[in-house]
């Protein structure tokens, strides 16, 4: 093969994750027998949270359709930290409990959505054997000072889980913004900003707020 000539150890990780297969082997029976696997594994439980379809961003590539104002019912969170308290109580085996948030845009009504189920999830399973992180993905214009504070105290995993994703046009209906590039200028700051406060959060160290201006 060609490609293995040019780049062999790129297509050694391709082979050795089976993104590359030799013609003869059965791709769908081996689907069937990792899915097996991960639904009878009873160490490992992941749950991914939709708390609200809709989004400050309007990415082209993006494939949801936004629904304004949607969230999670105070009724749908008390049912999400009951199942959360019955998987604690009914998997004697568990090792790892993974709490992922998607959307739309997890962090929009982070407040009163996410933050009482991250906080019931966590001191569920403070001070037991099983492993609690939580993920996001995220645009990263919404994640300030207060927010990474709480993700850490939460065991949100700074190194694999704020998943950005930043080529998008942001929408603002209150604003007022007189270009589009101000207002691309504008995002692309704030979320250059939180991600210093990211890694500056996992040292235990919070750093000046830095004030970047709008280019007139």
């Known amino acids: 093969m ?29 689907v069937r027998e990792w899915n097996k696997k991960l639904i009878e594994d009873d160490n490992f439980y992941h749950i991914t949270i939709n708390p609200t379809m809709n989004c400050n961003f309007k990415c082209w590539y993006c494939y949801e359709t936004h629904i304004k104002d949607s969230k999670l019912s105070d009724k749908t969170i008390q049912a999400i930290c009951n199942h959360i308290n019955i998987v604690f109580n009914t998997y004697p085996n568990l090792k790892d409990f993974k709490l992922s948030w998607f959307g739309g845009k997890p962090l929009l009504y982070y407040d009163t959505t996410v933050k009482p189920i991250l906080e019931y999830a966590y001191k569920n399973f403070k001070n037991t054997k099983v492993n609690f992180y939580s993920t996001f993905t995220t645009n990263g214009l919404l994640i300030n ?55 500056c959060l996992r040292n235990d160290h919070i750093p000046t707020i830095i004030l970047l201006a709008c280019p007139g």
């Open 2 to 30: 060609e490609f293995k000539k040019i780049h062999q150890d790129f297509y050694d990780a391709l082979l050795s994750k089976k993104f590359i297969v030799d013609k003869f082997v059965n791709e769908i029976e081996l």
């Open 145 to 199: 000072i207060d927010r990474i504070i709480d993700f850490k105290k939460y065991s949100v995993n700074f190194l694999k889980s704020i998943i950005l994703a930043i080529a998008g046009s942001i929408l603002v209906e209150t604003a007022h913004i007189t270009s589009f590039q101000s207002l691309q200028f504008i995002s692309s700051s704030t979320i250059y900003i939180n991600l210093v406060y990211i890694n």
